[in-house]
T-cell receptor, first 113, second 112 residues
Framework: AQTVTQSQPEMSVQEAETVTLSCTYD???????LFWYKQPPSRQMILVIR??????QNATENRFSVNFQKAAKSFSLKISDSQLGDAAMYFC??????????FGKGTRLHILP | DTAVSQTPKYLVTQMGNDKSIKCEQN?????MYWYKQDSKKFLKIMFS???????INETVPNRFSPKSPDKAHLNLHINSLELGDSAVYFC???????????FGPGTRLTVT
């Protein structure tokens, strides 16, 4: 069974600085998807970024980018120029071939003004 | 405009009661899901339906029964509610084999 591990329960970053959230996963599949979801205090789950395992190029979405290391089974999220609105829980997630998404336990990100 | 909607957003009820949470999506997606987020924010899939057919059924007590009247709706009925059922329940949808799942706003269920 696949697992997703986020080793940082909480992190803080100064506004306008860069922060990296870590995620590792375990799988025997070769074809899968990885995601980062954001959950602000409103509790809405918002898709931040997606990475297909077959793509070597790291996904980017504006200030958000990933460092995908398939061999190491690592999928970290980098947030550049952090803004107050980035404060939220961030969940790393893995989608397997059975269409099931497995979530990590989340990292709570605080933005310091 | 709402893509995935859930009703109600908040539900407070007593132990032993039966309650339902409704979910509707207007994205034209074929697959819908129910997730449970516990008090520690851990999010876990409960069920998925593809075009009204049950696909994923995780180890969930049979007091929980999903019902899909059509592919745009997936309701969750819970019998004999227990304290441990208190959680936030999320509905989501995706295209068949599409990677992303789009989440509803969640329903906070509190059992007293």
């Amino acid at each position: 069974a696949q697992t997703v591990t986020q080793s940082q329960p909480e992190m803080s970053v100064q506004e306008a600085e860069t922060v990296t959230l870590s995620c590792t996963y375990d799988t025997s599949e070769s074809d899968y998807y990885l995601f980062w979801y954001k959950q602000p205090p409103s509790r809405q789950m918002i898709l931040v970024i997606r990475q297909e395992a077959y793509k070597q190029q790291n996904a980017t979405e504006n200030r958000f980018s990933v460092n995908f290391q398939k061999a190491a089974k690592s999928f970290s999220l980098k947030i550049s120029d952090s803004q107050l609105g980035d404060a939220a829980m961030y969940f790393c997630a893995y989608r397997n071939r059975d269409d099931k998404i497995i979530f990590g336990k989340g990292t709570r990100l605080h933005i310091l003004p | 405009d709402t893509a995935v909607s859930q009703t109600p957003k908040y539900l407070v009820t007593q132990m032993g009661n039966d309650k339902s949470i409704k979910c509707e999506q207007n994205l034209g997606h074929d697959t819908m899901y129910w997730y449970k987020q516990d008090s520690k924010k851990f999010l876990k899939i409960m069920f998925s339906y593809n075009n009204k057919e049950l696909i994923i059924n995780e180890t969930v007590p049979n007091r929980f029964s999903p019902k899909s009247p059509d592919k745009a709706h997936l309701n969750l009925h819970i019998n004999s509610l227990e304290l441990g059922d208190s959680a936030v329940y999320f509905c989501a949808s995706s295209q068949a084999r599409g990677p992303e799942q789009y989440f509803g706003p969640g329903t906070r269920l509190t059992v007293t």
